[in-house]
Structure formats: structure tokens, C-alpha cells
């Protein structure tokens, strides 16, 4: 089984609908993030968590939301999607405060029509 | 704020031969990290190479390797004997410390031709 876990895969949404981005892990890292990936943008930070009680915004937070349930699972919520937010959203976590490498989840294909 | 910078958007590079892809990076910092990532079709987000800035050797991972000058705040990788399966979008990446998040590149399309 993965490490790190996205639901869903893919989705399509219409303006105006709230979605919620799902991200688990089995590794035991207590550092998670939401990155965002455009075409020719690169990948760019949208939430960060160091632990449950400990969040931070990113380079481009606004129209998000973010959710840590537990150590293993951050959620990544769009209250009112808008097409500009169709995007390829990417969770990773990290271990503690190492200069390891982050490790990524699948991705979600997120479509806002 | 730290920036990454990849200013070719898209290579391509026959069979077996080596290509190098350019990143340069800003920051004021004297420790920091630098990462390759390879993003191949399936999405999949995957490390290929790590450099630690207070290592003046290189790193390599068998057919990857990188130029790391960091007096000119260059970390170009190199892929020799190019695959078919190389073909890939690469993202060259920075951070300071544990404590702060990977900075990524816009990337580069790499295709390898036949």
C-alpha cells in the first residue's frame, strides 16, 4: 500500500460547490502539506502543518481551508470553487524537522467547470 | 523570500545521449538543500537526486548527476545515456532547513526521442 494517500483521484465540480481534498499517511511524519500544480507554474505551497495544533499558510492560501484531524490525515477544503482553481493538488509529508526529502501523494486532478 | 528559476520550459534529447538541465536559485542563506524531482506521466512526484550545500562533492545517483556551483547558485542536472523512460517533466527544488517547506522551479519538459 501507498505511504501517503489521496481521495479523490480525479473529480469534477461545478462553481460554487464546496469540496474537501483528502490526504493520509502510514509513515509517521508529523509534518504535511497542500501544494497546488499548474502548467508552467510549477508547484506552489498552499498549507502547511508541523503537527495537529500547528498550521500555516502558504504562498497561495486564499480559497482554501485546511483540516488536521489527526497526525495522519490533513484535508485541504475549497468553500466555493471557481474554474481558476482547476489545478492538480498534491499533498507530501515530511519527518520532524529532517532535511530528508518530502514524500508526495498521487495527486488529485481537481476540474472546476 | 527564496526563489528557484528553470529558464528552459521544454529539451529534448535523443537515445543514449546526456542532456543537463539548468536551475538556479536565490537566497542569502550559506546551508540550505537542493533536490531534483522527476514528475514522469503518472503524476507520481519522484526524488531523484539530493545535494547538501556544505558538501562541495557532487552528487550522484547512477545515470544522474549534478553540477552544483554554489558561488553562482547553480545546481544543473545531468542525465547520461538519456531512456525512453526519462521522458518527464523535472523540477529542480530548495530548502533551507527542517523547519521550512520545499521551494520548487516552474520545470522542465524533457523528452527523449527514439
Known amino acids: 500500500d501507498a505511504d501517503v494517500t489521496q481521495t479523490p483521484r480525479n473529480r469534477i465540480t461545478k462553481t460554487g460547490k464546496r469540496i474537501m481534498l483528502e490526504c493520509s499517511q502510514t509513515?509517521?511524519?508529523?509534518?504535511m502539506y497542500w501544494y497546488r500544480q499548474d502548467p508552467g507554474l510549477g508547484l506552489r505551497l498552499i498549507y502547511y502543518?508541523?503537527?495537529?495544533?500547528?498550521?500555516n499558510k502558504g504562498e497561495i492560501s486564499d480559497g482554501y481551508s485546511v483540516s488536521r484531524q489527526a497526525q495522519a490525515k490533513f484535508s485541504l477544503s475549497l468553500e466555493s470553487a471557481i474554474p481558476n482553481q482547476t489545478a492538480l493538488y498534491f499533498c507530501?509529508?515530511?519527518?520532524?524537522?529532517?532535511?530528508?526529502?518530502?514524500?508526495f501523494g498521487p495527486g488529485t486532478r481537481l476540474t472546476v467547470l | 523570500a527564496q526563489t528557484v528559476t528553470q529558464s528552459q520550459p521544454e529539451m529534448s534529447v535523443q537515445e543514449a545521449e546526456t542532456v543537463t538541465l539548468s536551475c538556479t536559485y536565490d537566497?542569502?542563506?550559506?546551508?540550505?538543500?537542493l533536490f531534483w524531482y522527476k514528475q514522469p506521466p503518472s503524476r507520481q512526484m519522484i526524488l531523484v537526486i539530493r545535494q547538501e550545500a556544505y558538501k562541495q562533492q557532487n552528487a550522484t545517483e547512477n545515470r544522474f548527476s549534478v553540477n552544483f556551483q554554489k558561488a553562482a547558485k547553480s545546481f544543473s542536472l545531468k542525465i547520461s545515456d538519456s531512456q525512453l523512460g526519462d521522458t518527464a517533466m523535472y523540477f529542480c527544488a530548495f530548502m533551507i532547513g527542517g523547519n521550512t517547506p520545499l521551494v520548487f522551479g516552474k520545470g522542465t519538459r524533457l523528452s527523449v526521442i527514439a
Open positions: 507530501a509529508t515530511r519527518r520532524g524537522a529532517s532535511t530528508d526529502t518530502q514524500y
Open positions: 502543518s508541523f503537527d495537529v495544533k500547528d498550521i
Open positions: 509513515k509517521g511524519h508529523d509534518r
Open positions: 537566497t542569502s542563506e550559506s546551508n540550505y538543500y
